[in-house]
């Protein structure tokens, strides 16, 4: 989307007001579908520190992820400008990648569909 959606943007501000991640959502972003959980940011880059910071060889990344520049979170005036996933997968045919789910950034502005809700994903 070359303007972002309004009510994406809403959603996404409201989870980083409450500091929830209990907001399920799919998007479609270059023509893949991802769907997962919702995370404020500071919670997101907190989570993926975390797991760098457990990693031999990534380890030393680790600090890019704890230092957020404009603070734990956006100014109230500032609108967010991606989504922050957590418990997410890459839907592909039947399959979800990966199955225990993944931490995925994306870009309001490059969705270009999206729906409430976690698709489950099943050969059934």
Known sequence: MSNPDELLVAISAAVESERSNQMSLTVVVGGAVITGRLAPEAVWRERVAEVLKDSDRLGPFAGVFSRDPRGSRPGRDEAPTHLHFH????????????????????????VSAWSVGDLSYSDR
């Open 87 to 110: 418990l997410a997968r890459i839907l592909q045919g039947s399959l979800g990648i990966p199955e225990t789910g993944g931490m995925y950034r994306v870009a309001i502005k490059d």
